[in-house]
């Protein structure tokens, strides 16, 4: 069985720090890129970050210079570290992998094989 399975939301206030995790089982995790997405109240779901299956990385601008996203093969899974949060920043978190995709498709939903259900990240003011 598939499953992408997102940990590490919480409330946090702003200004501080998160790190996401995502844990993938049930494919070949190697051969995929591995995105985040989040969807804020009343908004659509957005790509900010992936990791291709060669270590490369993308950001979306509203998180360039806060985010980091890094994989760890061994451990089938992926990582996002958030700093400097503020209110906007507040939405459900949800990593994907896609086997298909190119870079300039990267934050294309339509593109992602897998998804995860998502975590909660709520950042207070």
């Known amino acids: 069985e598939v499953q992408l399975v997102e940990s590490g939301g919480g409330l946090v206030q702003a200004g501080g720090s998160l790190r996401l995790s995502c844990a993938a089982s049930g494919f070949s995790f190697d051969d995929y890129a591995v995105c985040w997405f989040r969807q804020a109240p009343a908004k659509e779901r957005e790509g900010i970050s992936c990791v291709t299956k060669t270590d490369e990385t993308r950001y979306e601008e509203s998180v360039k210079g806060r985010a980091t996203i890094t994989r760890d093969n061994a451990q089938n899974a992926v990582y996002l570290q958030l700093n400097s949060l503020n209110p906007e920043d507040t939405a459900v978190y949800y990593c994907?992998?896609?086997?298909?995709?190119?870079?300039?498709?990267?934050?294309?939903?339509?593109?992602?094989?897998?998804w995860g259900r998502g975590t909660l990240v709520t950042v207070s003011s």
């Open positions: 994907a992998a896609a086997k298909h995709v190119t870079w300039r498709l990267l934050f294309n939903e339509v593109f992602m094989d897998y």
